[in-house]
């Protein structure tokens, strides 16, 4: 039901705005630091110079001294002792004021580097967490998909049609499957089909015409025709759907049974088409990831197929090369230097996802 995806689409709002306030925070502390850090080095240079200013008039009265010593002969002997030591004195606190320097440039560069691998991670982390929330969303929505096709395929409308299909039946399990769909925005039609693949009703006879068509070489249908319960389900990978104008669509499938007992013989398969492009755009482009970090949301299949990009380029077409080493989720920069969270599915209840993944990447700034 529409109310279910809308649901869902609020659920994130506290998530998101905590997630964005995180990524202010960051870019504040940065900022600090980095002030912070050439104020410490400013005050390094105007205060060493200050020394070396006065380290260089010391020994310019060193020498002073003592060419007026040499001057006074034997007299001014002891004199020039003393010239010599403040001239020493002086170019060793010229030494200490170059190495003060030097030290104190290369602990706040080091610092820095610090301050940077932690708003690294912390970033990473951030994004990681990002990605599973968005697939656990789309997890949490297309569990309701398969309680929905479970509890559809034992209505009594759906039940009688399979078993006897004649006129009659069709026309009002059409009418029944018509009055669902529009309770329920979030799916483009509803099909019942016989145990031969043949489409014998949908829900939207007036947009597409699709009965009579046969779908018995299609994954989820085979899938179908197997299940052992009416208690199962088939959940499908996104496609491209031709007898749906090649609309992007999620199928999912329960065998529909004698009396609409999960335990009797099968009669026949219902088939609900997800409307899935929509649905799974409001969720990737949701995300609030941040504007500096230039980042692009994915939800990808097991084979790493785009399913849905913010922005929207290619869908059904590009492969992503997520390098996951084995791992739910993390995080790594890939060759560009850009950043790359991700985190596979968790499931959701009686749903166990299908191996997708939340991804999101970040161009290297």
Same mark, same amino acid.
């Given at each position: 039901?529409?109310?279910?995806?809308?649901?869902?689409?609020?659920?994130?709002?506290?998530?998101?705005?905590?997630?964005?306030?995180?990524?202010?925070?960051?870019?504040?502390?940065?900022?600090?630091?980095?002030?912070?850090?050439?104020?410490?080095?400013?005050?390094?240079?105007?205060?060493?110079?200050?020394?070396?200013?006065?380290?260089?008039?010391?020994?310019?009265?060193?020498?002073?001294?003592?060419?007026?010593?040499?001057?006074?002969?034997?007299?001014?002997?002891?004199?020039?002792?003393?010239?010599?030591?403040?001239?020493?004195?002086?170019?060793?606190?010229?030494?200490?004021?170059?190495?003060?320097?030097?030290?104190?440039?290369?602990?706040?560069?080091?610092?820095?580097?610090?301050?940077?691998?932690?708003?690294?991670?912390?970033?990473?982390?951030?994004?990681?967490?990002?990605?599973?929330?968005?697939?656990?969303?789309?997890?949490?929505?297309?569990?309701?998909?398969?309680?929905?096709?479970?509890?559809?395929?034992?209505?009594?409308?759906?039940?009688?049609?399979?078993?006897?299909?004649?006129?009659?039946?069709?026309?009002?399990?059409?009418?029944?499957?018509?009055?669902?769909?529009?309770?329920?925005?979030?799916?483009?039609?509803?099909?019942?089909?016989?145990?031969?693949?043949?489409?014998?009703?949908?829900?939207?006879?007036?947009?597409?015409?699709?009965?009579?068509?046969?779908?018995?070489?299609?994954?989820?249908?085979?899938?179908?025709?197997?299940?052992?319960?009416?208690?199962?389900?088939?959940?499908?990978?996104?496609?491209?759907?031709?007898?749906?104008?090649?609309?992007?669509?999620?199928?999912?499938?329960?065998?529909?049974?004698?009396?609409?007992?999960?335990?009797?013989?099968?009669?026949?398969?219902?088939?609900?088409?997800?409307?899935?492009?929509?649905?799974?755009?409001?969720?990737?482009?949701?995300?609030?990831?941040?504007?500096?970090?230039?980042? &692009? +949301?994915? /939800?990808?299949?097991?084979?790493? #197929?785009?399913?849905?990009?913010? @922005?929207?380029? =290619?869908? !059904?077409?590009? &492969? +992503?090369? /997520?390098?996951?080493?084995?791992? #739910?989720?993390?995080?790594?920069? @890939?060759?560009? =230097?850009? !950043?790359?969270?991700?985190?596979?599915?968790?499931?959701?209840?009686?749903?166990?996802?299908?191996?997708?993944?939340?991804?999101?990447?970040?161009?290297?700034?």
């Amino acid at each position: 039901m529409s109310v279910a995806l809308d649901r869902h689409r609020a659920a994130p709002t506290a998530q998101q705005a905590a997630n964005s306030a995180t990524a202010e925070d960051e870019s504040d502390v940065s900022a600090l630091i980095a002030r912070l850090t050439a104020e410490v080095n400013q005050v390094a240079c105007e205060k060493t110079r200050s020394i070396q200013q006065i380290t260089n008039q010391m020994k310019m009265l060193a020498l002073n001294a003592l060419i007026e010593s040499s001057r006074a002969g034997a007299q001014g002997a002891g004199f020039a002792v003393v010239a010599q030591e403040v001239r020493n004195v002086g170019q060793q606190v010229e030494t200490i004021a170059r190495e003060l320097e030097s030290q104190l440039t290369n602990r706040t560069g080091n610092l820095m580097s610090s301050i940077a691998r932690m708003t690294d991670r912390s970033r990473g982390e951030r994004m990681m967490d990002l990605s599973l929330n968005a697939i656990e969303l789309i997890d949490r929505n297309l569990y309701e998909r398969t309680c929905d096709v479970r509890w559809w395929a034992t209505d009594s409308a759906v039940v009688d049609c399979a078993l006897a299909p004649d006129a009659a039946a069709v026309a009002h399990v059409s009418e029944r499957l018509a009055v669902i769909l529009g309770a329920y925005t979030v799916y483009l039609d509803l099909w019942l089909c016989d145990l031969d693949g043949n489409v014998i009703a949908n829900g939207r006879a007036d947009r597409f015409n699709v009965a009579g068509q046969n779908v018995a070489s299609t994954k989820w249908f085979r899938e179908a025709r197997g299940l052992r319960s009416g208690d199962d389900y088939v959940a499908g990978d996104v496609e491209s759907q031709p007898l749906l104008g090649n609309a992007q669509v999620a199928t999912y499938c329960a065998s529909v049974r004698a009396g609409g007992k999960a335990n009797a013989a099968p009669t026949g398969v219902l088939a609900i088409h997800f409307d899935w492009e929509p649905q799974a755009r409001a969720i990737v482009q949701g995300v609030r990831v941040g504007a500096a970090d230039k980042a &692009r +949301v994915l /939800l990808v299949d097991s084979s790493f #197929r785009v399913i849905a990009s913010s @922005d929207g380029q =290619g869908i !059904l077409s590009e &492969r +992503v090369p /997520l390098n996951v080493n084995g791992q #739910r989720g993390g995080f790594y920069q @890939d060759r560009s =230097g850009g !950043l790359v969270a991700f985190h596979t599915t968790p499931g959701y209840e009686t749903y166990k996802g299908l191996g997708w993944y939340g991804v999101i990447t970040s161009v290297a700034g």
